[in-house]
Every structure is written in C-alpha cells, then in structure tokens.
C-alpha cells in the first residue's frame, strides 16, 4: 500500500534476498545459508517505516496495551477530556472487531481510526501502517494506539510506538507482571488502573505489582490511576505532556 | 499466541533465502529461541508443522535451540545467569537493576538448502 502512498516501505520480501550470509557445504551435500535475521524482522521495518510517518508529522504515539476490561478506552476518554484544548490527539483503536471503542473516542470530539482486527489476537507494524494513512497527520501532537486486550502476543509486536503502556487493573490481581513478564518488561509505564477499587479489593497490593515488576529488571513506573474519579491523572497527563514536548 | 504469526513469517524467510540461491528445497532451519522471546518452544514446533505443507520447507526439519537467561548486573557489574524469566535479579548480588544479555531472541539462525541449480547459486549477489 506503500506503492500508492508513495512512501515506499521496504517490498514483503525484498530485504531477504540481501540477508543471506556465507556459504557451506554440510556433511549430508545440502548447503547451509547464514541468516542472523529476526523471525519478526519483516515486522519491525514496517515498524521502523511507522515511525518515519511520525516523525515528519512531529506526532509521539503511545501503545497501549492491557488485559480485556481494564479501561484503556474509559483512561482514553477521561484522557481526552482533560487535554481538549491544549493537545491534538487522535486515537486507532485495535481493541475490538466493532465501531464501538472509535465511537465511544469519536464522542469526545477526537479523530478515531478503528482497525477490523477480526479474531486476531495483537496489532502489527502493518495493520497500524494502513491506519496512518487513514488519519491526517499533520497539527496531531499524539497518537494513542489502543491494542487488542491480551497480555500475551501484543508484545511481541512494534507498532511504531514511541511509548508502551500497560495497564493492571485493580481487579485483575498484583500478580500478573510474574505471570506475564514478556508484556510487563514492554512497559515504559504501569498504570494500575481503577484505582478507585484498590480501597475496596483488600488483595490487590500496589506495592507487590511494583515488586513483581522489579523482578523483571523494569525500573518503570508504576502508578495508580482512576478514570472514574479523577485519581492520579495529573501524574499521567504530565507525563504525557513531557513526552510531547520531547 | 501468534506463534501460527511467526510461522509464516519464518517460512517468507525461508523462501526467500531459497530463492536467492536457486535451491528447490530446504531440508534443515536452525532458529534461537529465548524464554522471553514470547513464543512457546512447542507451540512453535506445531505451528511449523502446519505452516510448511506446500511450501519449499515442506519435508524441512526444524531444529530450535533453546537460549539461556543471562543477566549483566548494573550494580555489581556480575554477568550470569537469571533464575526465571520472571526474575532476571543479579546472581551475586540479588538487585533488579541488570541488563538481559541472552533470554529474548527470537532468530533465524541458519538454513540447509538442497537442489540447487548451479547457475543460479550465488546469483542474486
Ligand atoms: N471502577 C472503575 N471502573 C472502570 C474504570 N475504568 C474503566 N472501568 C470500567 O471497566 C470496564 C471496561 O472498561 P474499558 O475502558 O472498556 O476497558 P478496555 O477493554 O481496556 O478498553 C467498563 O465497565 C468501565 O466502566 C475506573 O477507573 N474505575
Ligand atoms: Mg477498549
Ligand atoms: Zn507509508
Ligand atoms: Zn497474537
Ligand atoms: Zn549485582
């Protein structure tokens, strides 16, 4: 689709024929090729081609990433709400096969780009590529890219992103960096999100999801956060506005 | 888990690998594995199995090597090995703060090719 945007991405296959290495013969006549090239390498230049797009726009975009339910469209939309006025933000949502996660974005006045993930599990380099293209990019300050709800594959894929998020909701247990170290090392940042029922879950400890995550050699924040009352969004909306401002 | 994903990813790989050298068939692929890498050994294994019928790795044996955690303590300065892919803590030390030096790959290391046409070996240079 590079083609008819004229941005050109590198062609599905055309790095490979460059990323064989030395020769040999092994015992059994076959020759042996050298190859050294990441299994999700043709990912990652799509990835790379992404954040090409974003960076001639100067627009910074943030991953986030989460279990089903834990509320990245509601912290979108409180998200929203509190920056109008002062940042451009757009949103693509991969969250669900439906209109409604875009629907519930484009209410708050914000252009949303929803990708028909059908029953895929995770968003790729590519599927987010085709997004761009369908958003205007120009006077955007951020992009937010609401992934499918999965611990698992999400992780494995660069989108282009400039930031992962994750977030832990206060009901889903302060276990789940353990269980799921491959996402959690990802994260640039921690919400624990619907802070608003840590109070009320007495099994949900905020300092044992930090400790889970130290264990993974993550020094990322981790911090509480309430779309539903308000708690810890100045944290967040600083944090994004210094991620804007570079 | 998208390992069926990274299958179909490595054999577009492969192919083109093959390709390149003008070799009709691919009898062996060599990948690196690490536990952080998000794929699952076995799961890889099946998924491999139904991601090369018809193609030119169809009767290819896959053979994974499996890599083992290591850490690079920031603090001490210790290089070895993690206990978990959940606790990648420093060996000597015990702190959090350390560097992965093995664990995540997740790499097409090598690729046996047979029936190539003289000819073309080479060729694509
Ligand atoms: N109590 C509480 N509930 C929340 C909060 N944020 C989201 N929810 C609820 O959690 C459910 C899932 O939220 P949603 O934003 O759709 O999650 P997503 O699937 O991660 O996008 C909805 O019923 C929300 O009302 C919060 O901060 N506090
Ligand atoms: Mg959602
Ligand atoms: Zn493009
Ligand atoms: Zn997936
Ligand atoms: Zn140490």
């Given at each position: 689709m590079c083609e008819s945007c004229g941005c050109?991405?590198?062609?599905?296959?055309?790095?490979?024929?460059?990323?064989d290495g030395p020769l040999a013969r092994?015992?059994?006549?076959?020759?042996?090729?050298?190859?050294?090239?990441?299994?999700?390498?043709?990912?990652?230049?799509?990835?790379?081609?992404?954040?090409?797009?974003?960076?001639?726009?100067?627009?910074?975009?943030?991953?986030?990433?989460?279990?089903?339910?834990?509320?990245?469209?509601?912290l979108l939309e409180a998200t929203i709400e509190a920056l109008a006025g002062e940042l451009a933000i757009a949103v693509i949502e991969g969250d669900l096969a439906t209109e409604r996660d875009a629907t519930r974005i484009r209410a708050r006045g914000v252009p949303a780009v929803q990708i028909a993930t059908g029953s895929a599990c995770h968003l790729d380099a590519h599927l987010v590529h085709e997004a761009l293209h369908r958003l205007d990019l120009e006077g955007l300050d951020l992009l937010f890219i609401?992934?499918?709800?999965?611990?698992?594959?999400?992780?494995?894929?660069?989108?282009?992103?400039?930031?992962?998020?994750?977030?832990?909701?206060?009901?889903?247990?302060?276990?789940?960096?353990?269980?799921?170290?491959?996402?959690?090392?990802?994260?640039?940042?921690?919400?624990?999100?619907?802070?608003?029922?840590?109070?009320?879950?007495?099994?949900?400890?905020?300092?044992?999801?930090?400790?889970?995550?130290?264990?993974?050699?993550?020094?990322?924040?981790?911090?509480?956060?309430?779309?539903?009352?308000?708690?810890?969004?100045?944290?967040?909306?600083?944090?994004?506005?210094?991620?804007?401002r570079g | 888990m998208h390992e069926l994903t990274v299958c179909r990813a490595l054999i577009g790989q492969v192919e083109a690998v093959a390709r390149a050298h003008g070799a009709r068939t691919v009898t062996r692929i060599e990948l690196?594995?690490?536990?952080?890498?998000?794929?699952?050994?076995e799961l890889l294994r099946e998924a491999f199995a139904l991601a090369r019928a018809g193609t030119v790795a169809e009767g290819a044996e896959l053979r994974l090597v499996?890599?083992?955690?290591?850490?690079?303590?920031?603090?001490?300065?210790?290089?070895?090995?993690?206990a978990a892919p959940n606790r990648l803590l420093c060996p000597a030390c015990g702190g959090w703060r350390t560097r992965l030096v093995s664990g995540d790959e997740l790499l097409l290391v090598r690729v046996a090719l047979a029936g190539i046409t003289p000819a073309e070996e080479g060729a694509h240079v």
């Open positions: 050109n991405v590198t062609s599905g296959n055309a790095h490979l024929v460059e990323a092994t015992a059994d006549g076959s020759t042996a090729v050298e190859v050294l090239e990441g299994l999700l390498a043709a990912n990652d230049r799509a990835a790379a081609h992404n954040r090409a797009h974003l960076a001639r726009h100067g627009v910074v975009a943030v991953n986030l990433m989460s279990a089903p339910g834990s509320g990245k469209t509601a609401e992934n499918v709800g999965n611990l698992v594959c999400p992780a494995g894929f660069d989108l282009g992103q400039h930031r992962s998020v994750v977030l832990l909701s206060a009901t889903e247990g302060d276990d789940k960096p353990a269980k799921y170290p491959v996402m959690f090392r990802a994260a640039d940042l921690v919400l624990l999100s619907k802070a608003d029922l840590i109070p009320v879950l007495d099994d949900f400890d905020p300092a044992a999801a930090e400790r889970h995550l130290r264990a993974l050699a993550s020094g990322a924040p981790v911090w509480p956060v309430s779309a539903r009352t308000g708690e810890g969004m100045e944290r967040w909306l600083g944090w994004l506005r210094a991620l804007v | 690196r594995v690490g536990p952080l890498s998000g794929v699952v050994p499996e890599v083992p955690l290591e850490v690079e303590c920031e603090s001490c300065g210790t290089r070895g090995p993690a």
